[in-house]
């Protein structure tokens, strides 16, 4: 079997997912298999299954639900949707959104969520106090479903119009 582009790019982004996700967390290998057994990579093969924000929540709460009973039926500790929604987002961040950051589905795709995002987003004048106050005291890791989807809300409040992409402004790798 030949060794294709979209190989090539998958490996490359399942590495970096499971890298973003791991932190004191299980091995690179079980991320991968429950990376590939929760059907996103059919998404990340043909942007034209998902057109629309709806769509795309729908599916991320099945493959993030998928990859939790995936990890918890292989004995992996402290799996939480927090972590299974960070392991996905950077995966179609790499494959997805920078490769065709012009497409529909780049700017609906959910950014990764991590503590200095989620810090930086707190100091924001636009945010209110209620929202920074969650924000500061929110560990992405023990994010269960509804709290991340309450973190998604304050994000996408923020970005309004724009991409979900461009949140990441606040992303800052120095954390200055």
Same mark, same amino acid.
Not at 11 to 37: K, M
Not at 59 to 70: A, L, Q, V
Not at 132 to 154: A, G, P
């Given at each position: 079997?030949?060794?294709?582009?979209?190989?090539?790019?998958?490996?490359?982004?399942?590495?970096?997912?499971?890298? +973003?996700?791991?932190?004191?967390?299980?091995?690179?290998?079980?991320?991968?298999?429950? *990376?590939?057994?929760?059907?996103?990579?059919? @998404?990340?093969?043909?942007?034209?299954?998902?057109?629309?924000?709806?769509? @795309?929540?729908?599916?991320?709460?099945?493959?993030?639900?998928?990859?939790?009973?995936?990890?918890?039926?292989?004995?992996?500790?402290?799996?939480?949707?927090?972590?299974? +929604?960070?392991?996905?987002?950077?995966?179609?961040?790499?494959?997805?959104?920078? $490769?065709?950051?012009?497409?529909?589905?780049?700017? @609906?795709?959910? $950014?990764?969520?991590?503590?200095?995002?989620?810090?930086?987003?707190?100091? *924001?004048? +636009?945010?209110?106090?209620?929202?920074?106050? *969650?924000?500061?005291?929110?560990?992405?890791?023990?994010?269960?479903?509804?709290?991340?989807?309450?973190?998604?809300?304050?994000?996408?409040?923020?970005?309004?119009?724009?991409?979900?992409?461009?949140?990441?402004? @606040?992303?800052?790798?120095?954390?200055?």
């Amino acid at each position: 079997m030949a060794y294709t582009e979209f190989q090539h790019q998958h490996n490359f982004s399942v590495w970096a997912g499971a890298r +973003a996700a791991q932190r004191g967390f299980t091995n690179v290998e079980l991320l991968r298999d429950a *990376l590939e057994q929760c059907g996103v990579t059919e @998404f990340s093969k043909n942007l034209n299954l998902i057109t629309c924000v709806v769509d @795309f929540d729908r599916k991320h709460r099945e493959w993030c639900n998928s990859i939790c009973d995936y990890l918890n039926e292989k004995g992996v500790q402290n799996v939480t949707y927090g972590r299974a +929604a960070k392991l996905i987002a950077v995966y179609l961040k790499s494959i997805i959104v920078l $490769p065709n950051i012009h497409t529909p589905q780049a700017g @609906f795709i959910h $950014p990764p969520i991590d503590r200095i995002l989620l810090q930086n987003l707190s100091q *924001l004048s +636009a945010v209110s106090q209620e929202d920074s106050k *969650l924000l500061k005291n929110t560990n992405w890791t023990e994010l269960d479903e509804s709290n991340y989807y309450n973190v998604l809300r304050i994000i996408c409040s923020i970005t309004v119009a724009e991409p979900n992409w461009k949140i990441e402004e @606040f992303w800052t790798i120095t954390n200055n």
